[in-house]
């Protein structure tokens, strides 16, 4: 009976975890929706909430970023580039790393431009130092690999960044 009851009891366990961890995917993917949503929208003020401070510092504070997001989001609408579809894949795993979690997030942007669609595929670094309730994202096409690990000192060994991909095009050229 002793048996039993421990085993029940640790099955119990693993499927409250199990379940967490599902919880904190779900956050993850839609704050990550949110995100883009706001980017997509040049809605600086909801995007910025999703910024970490250490990047937001590293590019010269919340003015100077909402200055260059103003200036990207004009030069897409002057040149005839729009979005299409905004795609958010499932996060790897979350790990725990100096009282942080953290994990990879894939992702994927398709823009409408006068040469045809073109899509970005991305891996985005998912930060959270509240148990998974807010999450920060950083695009690693924008932040490589080899400048996060300065700007972002306590980044898990555990994080495998995959490689940058390079955009693909589909249209008439």
Known sequence: MRNKATALLLALLVISVAGGAQNMRTTIKVQA????TAFMKNDFNRFVKYMHPNIIAFAGGKQTM???MDSAY???KRFGVGFKRYWIGEPGEIVTYKGQLQAILPEST?????????TVETSVLVLSSDKGKSWT?????VYQADRLKSIL????PKLVIPPRKKPKMVGSF
């Open 33 to 36: 929706m949110d995100m883009a």
């Open 66 to 68: 909402h200055s260059q």
């Open 74 to 76: 004009a030069t897409m």
């Open 110 to 118: 398709t823009l409408l431009t006068p040469l045809g669609e073109m």
């Open 137 to 141: 994202f950083i695009d690693t096409n």
């Open 153 to 156: 000192p306590d980044l898990s």
